[in-house]
């Protein structure tokens, strides 16, 4: 079967800068994996790889046709990014944020209505300007907008970084229920107790290199602990 993303020996530098070398992964359909490394690791580098943002040479491959240049190409094919540090528009109100998000054509399961049922709270501030959400629910928001493109894969960089540890608790929740959905996800996560509740299976990278990965149980273990200095 195709894998949902697939890089085949990806190298990505910036301004000829090496940062990925010869990292090559599938992520199949419907499945949760966790992306873990020390800070400069490369990580969202690995995400940023699928826009073309730093120079790319190898292959990546969505449902295992390659991937163009073309900036909407991995929207709308069924590829959506949670970049770290939110990105919403504080000028629009909650539900003009989200209705920003269908800008693909694909069908699916998500309207205004179900991610609103997914945050109770985004509902509740539906007509709120973007600048007036805590920071916990701005990230809700930028899921929300995310799902609004019916992704098969959704990649999130940091989703938890500077949030309270109930907010955390609520979009575990969250991120758990769009994966009991069917929807891959991609986590790039500091916080490893998030990808040990969500994910099967987990890659680590250090210093730009794939040096291990497996069931997400193997997170515990001493060699990959250091590997990634948990
Ligand atoms: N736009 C850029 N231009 C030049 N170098 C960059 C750029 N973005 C990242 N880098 C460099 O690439 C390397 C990997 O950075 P990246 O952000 O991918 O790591 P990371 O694992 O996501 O780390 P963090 O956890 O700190 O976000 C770092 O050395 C960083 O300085």
Redesign the pocket.
Known sequence: MNAVLEFRNVHAS??G?V??QDVSFRIEEGQTVGLV??????????L?SVYR??TVTGEILVDGTPLGRKRHEPASRGISLVP?GKRIFGNLTVEENIRLGRASRRKGQWTVDAVFDLFPNLARGAKRPGTALSGGEQQMLAIARALMAEPKLLML??PTEGLAPVVIDELVRALGEIRDRGTALLL?E?HVGMIRQLADSFLA?RK?ELVGGGPVADLESRAVQELIAL
């Not at 490394?37 to 690995?46: L, P």
Request: hydrophobic letters at 40%.
């Open positions: 910036y301004a800068a940062v990925l490394g020390r800070n400069g690791a490369g990580k969202t580098t690995a940023m943002v730093p770290q960089d940091e790039v500091q990278l730009g």
